[in-house]
């Protein structure tokens, strides 16, 4: 049987998670000592063992950013740092998390990964009922996923140590946030067979 | 000219807000201590003088729960909890803050206001660009509401003193995130003239 | 075990159906010829001996139409005819297709009673995967009603004998797109256990 | 100043319309007769020339189908037939309407242009308000794309002559309906400036 299960990783790209790009400045020290990338790569591999579904949520623009948003403080910072072009190395997901080729690839271009992307019916049409979420950061990608899936009717989950932010406050913040929505577990933990617990 | 602004007040219902309701095991205390709901008629008082629409958002149910997602935690503990009836007193929005008949009223039955509502339409049609939001809790309706109007392309501007959380802590967990792509302001400072700025 | 079918009854309110509102310029004769609102009497009794849901599709509007699109030749139309106020006679349901007390109500202020709506929410939490649809007008809110579900991943049938167009060849029409996705049936045949056929 | 009018070119991909493909069973003959392709050459020369933004949408799955609804006959008939592979000349838009590198490339899964794609963000971004529509099928894409366009407040309008449905009847029942909500128009008529008119 299928699994109704499927683990989104959420931008984890090279922009965002590699140690040569710019996350030098900003997420770089708390994926190294939150083994944030290694913890993603063995969360992986149970996954695919378990047979649930994988897929990658990217951030991402046109290299002209014509679908990046004038007014928003956030995207506009990324655009003036050159960050998040489609087609580029940046917006490619880091080596040691490769996609393989049955994964789903969700470009987005905003902070949910729900909003304005084939996300939603890529979950209907596969009958997924259980979703896995983890990635950076913790604030944004994974608590809109998060947030949205649950108002949406999902089981989610969210893999604690597969997530960064740019402080371990920011990450427990969310974490303590999710918790009345979702169930916290661990790359160590997870068996994506979990069935979930009111 | 009308204004394009529209001030939206989450989830100040009774069941939630009223200090004779179910809120005194939840949010009386930091409400109090917060005078979020004097702020907030205090801040709704400068909306209507300036012309801005107001919005009320309302969490609710049938009365036997037709709508409540029976795989959430949140909203089953609600109903266990006899809460969010429609029709009754506990949906209604707090005394102190009475809508008037010209006011929007955004019945929803998840966390997120703009999720299978009529809010972005309503938004549409009457030309808003700038939206106000606040209310409780603050890592719930306003968080969703924030991150989601950011998604959507409006400026949004979060009334920090007008919101509660369960504790200060959660609240300026939440604040820290909004910073990032809304303006912070609070009911003595805010004009709802005032222009976003990047 | 509970039905997984929803019987969905669009705009089946008075200004557009009832032999004593305005329907008398636009629907009223054809509504006549095709014993519209018997067959959707006789429906919607087969529905609930079924155990199938309701839901009733109504559009309507604030009674100064604040949520009436200032660019919709339809609806600035229905504005001018003074017509579609919520809280009034005209957009109540046809009284011998009267709801019940367990019966969803969703409000729509656009053609698609998917657009901006409870609907879809209302669906997923009810666990319905078969929509049966009906009412008027054939090429406005049961074509939509109809597009959109198919696309959601719904099994739709749609109930030929309860809708209305203003022309029978207009009706026809919407019949012949509606095939492609949907099953067309009957209130005479419909029993609302069928199984969908691909 | 730029144009809020972007242009948008429904499913001329060449499983559906070039006349070397699948097409010949299907909209062929019909494409022929109406001059579908070139009425929409002379149609893309001019809006590139008005400075209006151009979109085209291409319905399309990965090899094995993994987005395609296991319920739907429609996209069935399509994966059963081999048609719609993302990644082949399939999917690829016809060679006289060639796409130009700033242009909006929108893959879909479903019959709506809107459901499940990056349209609806691309519009806002962009300061779209006047959406011009054409394409194949008219009682596919093209109607979902008119209707859902209304009603999220769009001021619409549809190329009658860059249309294609398998009759011309079946075309010309969808331009009776689109004409209460859109303005129709032809390439040789439009200038991609026009006013809407309610």
């Known amino acids: 049987m299928a699994s109704n299960a499927l683990y989104l990783v959420c931008d984890m790209i090279n922009d965002l998670v590699h140690a040569d790009g710019p996350s030098k400045k900003t997420y770089a020290p708390e994926l190294a000592r939150r083994k944030t990338i290694e913890n993603t790569a063995t969360a992986l591999a149970k996954a695919r063992s378990a047979g649930a579904k994988i897929g990658y949520v990217r951030v991402g623009f046109s290299s002209d950013y014509r679908e990046c948003p004038p007014n928003s403080r956030l995207f506009q910072g990324a655009k003036k740092a050159g960050m998040f072009k489609l087609g580029t190395w940046g917006t490619e997901v880091h080596p040691l998390l490769k996609p393989e080729p049955q994964d789903f690839d969700i470009v987005k271009h905003r902070v949910s990964p729900f909003y304005a992307t084939s996300l939603d019916v890529i979950l209907k049409t596969n009958g997924i009922q259980r979703l896995y979420v983890s990635g950076v950061s913790s604030s ?59």
């Open 140 to 198: 944004g990608a994974v608590l809109s996923a998060a947030k949205d899936a649950h108002d949406r009717g999902y089981d989610v989950f969210v893999l604690d140590d597969c997530c960064c932010a740019l402080t371990e406050e920011q990450h427990q913040a969310v974490i303590e946030q999710v918790k009345r929505m979702t169930t916290v577990t661990t790359a160590a933990q997870v068996t994506f067979n979990e069935e979930f617990q009111l």
